[in-house]
Nanobody, 115 residues
Framework: QVQLVESGGGLVQPGGSLRLSCAAS????????MGWYRQAPGKQREFVAD???????YYADSVKGRFTISRNNAKNTVYLQMNSLRPEDTALYFC?????????WGQGTQVTVSS
């Protein structure tokens, strides 16, 4: 089993920045992709960004140019630097890790963008 723990969420004004972190622990054999999803109230969970085992990155169109995903394989940690935040970025952000064909999820960290 893999446990994922997110941190770094909070309240920020529009135009501000936050950096999310997600650390994986437990029985880690071979994590391939690590990424972030988010879920706003009353909406479905949506893809935000992904960092593959081949060092490729992918972003949702809504965050391209504003968010940057990075990964530290030695620490089994993935980060999400979020700049130029907008009210519509308000959501519960979940970390995701894929290992041996299984998806693992964190509990989520709340990001609120409001003046």
């Amino acid at each position: 089993q893999v446990q994922l723990v997110e941190s770094g969420g909070g309240l920020v004004q529009p135009g501000g920045s936050l950096r999310l972190s997600c650390a994986a622990s437990g029985t880690i054999l071979s994590i391939t992709d690590m990424g972030w999803y988010r879920q706003a109230p009353g909406k479905q969970r949506e893809f935000v960004a992904d960092y593959s085992s081949r060092d490729s990155t992918y972003y949702a169109d809504s965050v391209k140019g504003r968010f940057t995903i990075s990964r530290n394989n030695a620490k089994n940690t993935v980060y999400l630097q979020m700049n130029s935040l907008r009210p519509e970025d308000t959501a519960l952000y979940f970390c995701n890790a894929q290992m041996l064909g299984v998806n693992f999820w964190g509990q989520g960290t709340q990001v609120t963008v409001s003046s």
